[in-house]
Every structure is written in C-alpha cells, then in structure tokens.
C-alpha cells in the first residue's frame, strides 16, 4: 500500500446537491482528497451563473467565483434525474460509492431511489447523508430553507444580533450560514465513514441549516432553553465591560476589545492617557462603571478617535490588552496572516489561468489537502464517469440521444 498523500485519498463520493450548503460540503471533502461527482440537471445546477463579479477585472469578470468556491475540484455529470434511465444512473454509481449526499427531501429521495434503504439495499456499508433547510421530520420537513430563512431568521440568530430593542434586523453576507451547515455535514459524514468502516454497516446522517444555527448559539441557548426568557440585546453603551467591546477611531475603522478581568480597566486607561478615570468616583468599581456606562462609552470615543486602529492596536500590544482590528474584506484579502497561514491559495483554471480562492478551514501537516482545480463545467466528466462505471461508448451515445445524459457543457 502506497503513502497515502490524502486523508480522503481512495473515497468515492456522489452528490446529487444544490445551491451553496450542501455543494459546500463537497467541495472540503474534494479539498480532502475525495473524488467528489456532482451529478447536475442537464441544465446545470440551477445556482450556476447567478453570480457574476462585476468588480473583478480581465477574464474572471464573467466566471462565477462563488459558484466555483462550493464546487472546486469535483468532476459533473448531466443526468435527468426524473427518467426511469437517469435515476437508474445514479443508483448504479451510488453502488460502487462510500459516500451518497444530497440536500433532497425525503420524498424527492424516494422518488428517485435514492433514500437510505434503497441505496443500502445496492451498497450495504455507504454513507447516506442528507443537508436540509429544517431537518427530515416534523412540521417543517418540507419547507424549502435557506440560510437567510433557516439559518439566520428561524434560529433566532437574526434576533439576538439586533442592536437594542429597535435595532434593525441585520444583513447577513452571501452563504455564511450554507458553509457552517456544510462543516457539520462534513463531519458526520467523516463519523459515518469511520463506523461503516470499522463495522461494514452504512450509516444515515443528516444535518440542517437549522441546527447548525443553533448550534453556533449554544452559549445563549444554554440558558435560555432552560429558562426560555427572551435574550438580552444590549446596545454598545449597555455592555458590562467598558474594555470588552468595540469602538470607532479616528482614521473611520473600528477596533475591538475583549478584556473581561477587572485589572484590564487600569491597563486600558494607561495605555489610552487616561489615567485620571481609574480613579474616578463615576468610575471607580466595575458596579460604577456599568451604572454609568453610556457616559464611560462616551468619554472613550472622544479619545478612541484622536489615533488610527494600528496607532492604537500599537499602544495595546505594549499594554497586554487584548484587541483586534475590524477589517474590511478587502483588507483580509490581503492580510498578513492569511498569507502566512495560507488562507487564499491559487488555482489554475483551464482558461483563465490563476485565481485566488478561499481555502477550508483546516490544515493538516504533511498531507496534500486543498483545491485541486476549478469547479467543473456542465456534464464535463459524463462520459469518463459513465465509462468508469461499467458503460459502453454506444450505451452513452443512446442516453445522450434519450436526454437522459448531457454531453459536456463549458461554461464559467
């Protein structure tokens, strides 16, 4: 046996998903050394195209780099799914696969023989696993979700972020709800692997947009399971802790705090110039300084922005206290860290040359683990699976003639 160059290195995995949670999923165990197939509608993923980087110069402008983030280093085949022939298709390579995932509901799965006990009845130790919006039983079963709805809304995280009372609902960026739910079903898929493996048996699991939510949240629900109370959304100038929170400087950037211990109080003051508040009656106890917060909030912004976010995060290196810049993304982009820790790696598309991409959340020393090429086009590995699988070129040639199969497709 060969050195194994990826943890995933020799796992075969077929994904029958859409959108941006569950192809996200996809795209680590890709990253992982997976052979990810994604099999598509013969018009594509229907998330294909939507997103067009108008800001981006040259070539890329009109390739879907967040298309290509959820779905990097996976091959696509074209199958209609709804013929008798497509789904047969699907079935046939679910067969000869560790892994199935989808973010089809249960009777869409059933529909095409694709739930747990059709496929187990084919390939008694795969891995059977399935992303939602809300889970695959109760109330919400079928309600279509998405990370805005399932994620953010439903799980109260929308709620909890508000800014006060009266604080406007926030605007949550593209998919940051998709790519959580996506780590979750990673790692029960990796759980799967591991017992199917030690016991022969395949395994069901299943996450959702919706419990991953809550899940980021279990700090808060903690107690509010319990005592099922309406959370606390404190204003800036409601906090407990003056050096825990975050303020705008001089240069329009914000800084961040975090230094809950009572000593940090005096260190902030020190390093700030502002040493007559440590012993200011208004101010003397940490019970004082939240009784008058919103004045203490105040007197620090009159003197937050007299220095820039660097000129400050300086002075409170020197002092040990515990801050972090707001950046923008752009300013991430091109952080040093990131670079150090190679957050953004390039990858070589077949016409458009290098790219920087986002890179999963995990190292691993020694091994290959990243994005092994772009996201691919339409059907572009339909006949090289299909012919893997046991297909012979005039059997192929009669599926694409039937539109059950589509012959590849090149686009952005």
């Known amino acids: 046996m060969g050195v194994m160059r990826a943890p995933l290195e020799g796992v075969r995995v077929v994904a029958v998903d859409s959108f941006m949670a569950a192809p996200s999923a996809g795209a680590i165990l890709a990253d992982l050394g997976a052979d990810v197939v994604k099999i598509e509608p013969l018009s594509g993923d229907p998330i294909r195209g939507n997103f067009r980087p108008a800001k ?3 070539g890329l402008r009109s390739y879907d780099l967040q298309f290509d983030v959820d779905n990097r280093g996976k ?3 074209a199958v209609a799914l709804d013929t008798d022939e497509g789904a047969a298709l699907a079935q046939r390579l679910c067969g000869q696969a560790q892994v199935f995932m989808c973010n089809l ?7 095409f023989g694709l739930d747990p006990a059709s496929l187990m009845a084919l390939n008694s130790s795969i891995v059977h696993a399935t992303l939602t919006g809300y889970g695959t039983n109760g109330p919400d079963a079928r309600r279509p979700g998405y990370d805005v709805t399932a994620f953010f809304g439903r799980s109260g995280l929308y709620d909890a972020m508000r800014e006060g009372d009266e604080g406007m609902v926030p605007n949550a960026r593209p998919a940051q709800g998709d790519h959580t739910a996506g780590i979750a079903l990673v790692a029960a898929i990796l759980a799967g692997l591991r017992v199917a493996e030690a016991t022969g048996e395949g395994q069901v699991v ?3 947009l919706f419990e991953a939510a809550v899940w980021t949240q279990a700090s808060d629900f903690a107690t509010t399971a ?7 959304r404190r204003r800036r100038t409601e906090l407990f802790v003056a050096s825990a929170n975050r303020f705008p400087c001089g240069d329009g950037s914000w800084i961040v705090l975090n230094n809950i211990e009572v000593a940090a109080w005096a260190r902030m003051c020190g390093a700030m110039g502002l040493e007559s508040l440590v012993e200011d009656d208004r101010f003397a106890t940490a019970k004082e300084r939240f009784d008058n917060m919103e004045e203490l909030i105040s007197l620090l912004d009159e003197r937050f922005v007299t220095r820039t976010r660097d000129e400050w995060g300086a002075l409170f290196d020197d002092a040990g206290i515990v801050w972090g810049p707001v950046l923008g993304l752009h300013e991430v982009a091109v952080d040093e860290q990131a670079e150090a820790i190679g957050l953004f790696p390039t990858v070589e598309h077949r016409d458009l040359g290098p790219y920087r ?3 999963a959340p995990m190292r691993f020393e020694g091994l290959d683990v990243g994005p092994r090429g772009p ?3 339409i059907g572009e590995h339909t006949r090289e699976v299909l012919a893997a699988a046991g297909l012979s070129t005039s059997e192929i040639d ?3 003639a039937a539109d059950v199969i589509g012959e590849p497709t090149i686009d952005g």
């Open 226 to 232: 319990v005592d099922r109370a309406p959370v606390r």
């Open 357 to 359: 991409t986002v890179r």
């Open 105 to 111: 509901l249960p009777h869409r799965q059933e529909r």
């Open 206 to 208: 299943e996450t959702s």
């Open 56 to 58: 981006v110069d040259g």
């Open 398 to 400: 009669e599926l694409v």
């Open 75 to 77: 091959r696509s085949i």
């Open 375 to 377: 996201s691919p086009a």
